[in-house]
């Protein structure tokens, strides 16, 4: 079973603050997607990673892939309360099924 | 339609009723997937359609869950003899498919939230 850990569970962190969330697994995944889930709303995809080592940027937020291509991290700067939510990471291996990620609850006060 | 559309929103039912969840996926998209999400959770899979081809039901989690689609067009979950570890949202999502596979991007409906008493 593929299973995929991410931490912190809950990040609290006051406006401008800079922050990092962890996705990491003892699998290797083809691929690596991160999603932002809102109250009463489903995920919405931020990014797809394929590459080991590779890195996407999206305005203020930085998405990294391993090497190895068992763990990836996303790096938010300067972060805005608009970035309050739930952030999943979901492993891709085939035509497996995805695995997700329990989540990091963001919570960014003004 | 513009997105992915679930109904009903909310669902409140008894211990032992079956109940029946409705997703409609944006036109086109040739995939559909049911996952669960419990409180403060990820998502867990439930079945994945691709276009004619047998459903993948992997992720069904007891025989007292189902799901059908119609073509490529709606798809019902239905959980018989509901239990209280039932309760959670059910997501849908659709995807363009076929090829990309799971790096397809999936668009999510918002969700029907199950309780069960």
């Known amino acids: 079973t593929q299973l995929l850990e991410q931490s912190p569970q809950f990040l609290s962190i006051q406006e401008g603050e800079n922050l990092t969330v962890y996705c990491n697994s003892s699998?290797?995944?083809?691929?690596l997607q991160w999603y932002r889930q809102e109250p009463g709303e489903g995920p919405v995809l931020l990014v797809t990673?394929?590459?080991?080592?590779e890195v996407k940027k999206l305005k203020r937020l930085t998405f990294q892939f391993g090497d190895a291509r068992k763990d990836s991290s996303l790096h938010i700067t300067a972060a805005q309360p608009g970035d309050t939510g739930l952030y999943l990471c979901?492993?891709?291996?085939?035509?497996?099924?995805?695995?997700f990620g329990s989540g990091t609850r963001l919570q960014v006060q003004p | 339609g513009a997105g992915v559309s679930q109904s009903p929103s909310n669902k409140v039912t008894e211990k032992g009723k079956d109940v029946e969840l409705r997703c409609d996926p944006i036109s086109g998209h040739t995939a559909l997937y049911w996952y669960r999400q419990r409180l403060g959770q990820g998502l867990e899979f439930l079945i994945y359609?691709?276009?004619?081809?047998?459903?993948?039901k992997s992720g069904l989690p007891s025989d007292r869950f189902s799901a059908e689609r119609t073509g490529e067009s709606v798809s019902t979950l239905t959980i018989q003899r509901t239990q209280q570890e039932d309760s959670a949202v059910y997501l849908c999502?659709?995807?363009?498919?076929?090829?990309?596979?799971?790096?397809?991007?999936?668009?999510f409906g918002p969700g029907t939230r199950l309780t069960v008493l």
């Open positions: 699998s290797v995944f083809s691929s």
């Open positions: 359609f691709q276009g004619n081809s047998a459903p993948d």
């Open positions: 979901a492993g891709g291996a085939g035509r497996r099924a995805l695995t």
């Open positions: 999502a659709s995807s363009l498919g076929p090829g990309g596979g799971w790096t397809d991007t999936q668009y």
């Open positions: 990673v394929v590459t080991g080592g």
